[in-house]
């Protein structure tokens, strides 16, 4: 099986090309699960300078895990860059950050994808 380094988490880690894209197999962004970049793109994103990458890429790195842990797909492409800065789901205040970590720290025992669901949609209470 062809091995290709994740970009978010500098992980080297099997890959499964299929289609358009190369599914990246059980790094530390997906545990246990994987990812779709599109092939075309990862030049894109290495390309990145490295002010933007150490900037960006630990959000995407965190938007995968949230994702993959839901047991949702993930297949992403270098225009999705901009769609995952603005999500929701990714915490831009210190507040919000520190709310996403109190979930965390007090979450619901039991299987990933039940802890991170109720990460992503319990409402905070501090």
Not at 67 to 79: I, R
Not at 94 to 102: P, Q, V
């Amino acid at each position: 099986m062809e091995s290709k380094r994740c970009l978010f988490c500098d992980q080297v880690v099997p890959i499964r090309p299929k289609g358009e894209y190369d599914w990246f197999l059980g790094c530390h962004c997906a545990p246990g699960s994987f990812y779709g970049l599109r092939r075309d793109d990862y030049d894109a994103f290495d390309k990145l300078s490295y002010n933007e990458k150490r900037a960006k890429f630990p959000i995407i790195s965190a938007y995968i895990r949230e994702l993959t842990d839901c047991e949702e797909t993930v297949a992403l492409s270098f225009d999705d860059l901009q769609k995952i800065e603005q999500s929701p789901r990714v915490p831009a205040t210190i507040e919000e950050k520190g709310r996403r970590l109190l979930q965390f720290c007090t979450g619901i025992p039991g299987s990933r994808a039940r802890r991170s669901s109720f990460i992503v949609c319990r409402p905070a209470t501090i």
